[in-house]
Each structure stands twice: as structure tokens, then as C-alpha cells.
């Protein structure tokens, strides 16, 4: 399988991308305490992708969320795909205070995500599956951070999509296990106006990238298992 950058090529080879106005400001700080959010620039990037949904003609733009959850911190990206281009709209970081206990810190994770879901308004999710480690305990604590990334969008109705690790990786990068700085390489190529300080960032845009190229094979099998259910 092709990465993404050997599928749709740089992301403006020609010159040819159309840069516009953000469509809407960038919302006033939202969430618990430690939340950060990062401004969005004055255009947004448009990087041709095409194939990147099944249709050739340009549809709709579906507005995605991209999430890779942690305790500590957890990175928030968000993109556009409309089948011919794939938009940078906005990432950042919901970040917990290490202080507190266990159960506020989720809580600041979950008010933090749905600050940012209310003022984006994302219509697709996509998460990373937990890889179980040798630290059982980091393990747990993740998947609970975790819990709170799945809920927050499912509360507010969005579908939500989960991808392994190596399916993330190798759809940016070509590579099932590519490192942090070569995934933050690629969607820096793919996105090349994206604002991005951390991997946590990186990896989110690397997940919404990565649901952008795979959403319609997701959305089958999620109707086929629908239309199975009711049969």
C-alpha cells in the first residue's frame, strides 16, 4: 500500500492550491484547567489529495477531528476532505494538571474535547487503538484518557473511527512503524501550513489524515453491520 505522500504527491507541486479565509474565528479558550488551544492561521492549506475519498468528482467537505489521547496531554487535530483536496483547519492540545486526582484530570480532558467539538463543530471522529505496553499501570491510565476521547464525541452524536497505530503510520509515512519525528515530517509535507509544537499534535493530524483516506471503507462496513443488526 502507498503512503499518502506517494498517492497524492507534494501538496501543492504546481502552485495550483487556493488559499482562503478561515471561515470562522478561532474560539475563546475552552475546556478544564491546563487546556490549551492553538489559533488557527489566516488561510487555511489546501493540499491536493486526490483519491483520497472514493469519488473523483470534489463532494461535500467532511470536517474531521483527529484524537491521540493521554493522561498528560492529549493532541487534537482537525482537517477537511472534500475527495479532491484535504484541508488544514486547526490542532492543539487538551493537557490535565498532574496535582490533581484521577478523576478530575479526566474530567479536565473530557471538558477540554468538548470545548473544542462545540466550537469546530467536526463531523467525523478518529482515535488511535491503545497498544498494551510492559508498565500495565501507564497502560491503564491511558485507556481511561482514552475513555474520555471516545465519549466526547459520541455524546455530541459524531461517528467515531479507530485505527491501530501501524495503520497510521503506514498511511502518512508508507512505513507500519515509522518514529514520531518522521510522522511529524510527512504531515508537515501534507500539510505544509500547519502550526504544530508537539508530537501529540502531529499524531492527531496523522490520525485525521489517516481517516480521510480510509472513512469510506469504514462508513460500509458500519452500514453492513447496521443492515446485518436489523436483519
Known amino acids: 500500500m502507498p503512503s ?3 498517492a497524492h504527491g507534494p501538496s501543492d507541486p504546481a502552485g495550483l492550491a487556493t488559499t482562503r479565509p478561515m471561515g470562522e474565528r478561532a474560539p475563546a479558550r475552552a475546556g478544564g484547567a491546563g487546556h490549551q488551544r492553538r489559533k488557527t492561521p489566516g ?9 483520497v475519498l472514493s469519488s473523483p ?6 470536517r474531521i477531528i483527529g484524537i491521540d489521547p493521554g493522561l ?15 484541508t488544514y483547519v486547526a ?3 487538551v493537557t490535565s494538571d498532574a496535582e490533581d486526582d484521577l478523576a478530575h484530570r479526566l474530567r479536565q480532558l473530557y471538558q477540554g474535547l468538548v470545548g473544542i467539538i462545540a466550537s469546530f463543530k467536526p463531523q467525523e471522529a478518529a482515535i488511535e ?3 498494551v505496553n510492559k508498565d500495565a499501570r501507564a497502560t491503564l491510565k491511558l485507556g481511561q484518557a482514552r475513555g474520555m476521547a471516545l465519549l466526547a464525541p ?3 452524536g459524531i461517528g467515531v473511527a479507530e485505527y491501530p497505530p501501524n495503520v497510521v503510520k503506514k498511511t502518512v509515512t508508507g512505513a507500519g512503524h515509522g518514529g514520531k519525528h518522521q510522522i511529524a515530517a510527512m504531515v508537515g509535507f501534507l500539510l505544509p501550513k500547519a502550526t504544530f509544537d508537539s508530537a501529540d499534535e502531529a499524531d492527531a493530524l496523522a490520525i485525521a489524515i489517516c481517516h480521510a483516506s480510509h472513512r469510506q471503507g469504514v462508513l460500509a462496513l458500519a452500514r453492513g453491520t447496521r443492515l446485518e443488526t436489523v436483519r
Open 91 to 93: 490542532s492543539g492540545l
Open 129 to 131: 487503538e491503545t497498544f
Open 43 to 51: 488561510d487555511k492549506d489546501d493540499a491536493p489529495v486526490a483519491g
Open 4 to 6: 499518502y505522500a506517494e
Open 72 to 86: 498528560r496531554r492529549t493532541g487534537w487535530g482537525i482537517v477537511e476532505a472534500d475527495g479532491v483536496r484535504l
Open 154 to 156: 459520541a455524546l455530541a
Open 57 to 62: 468528482m470534489r463532494s461535500r467537505a467532511i
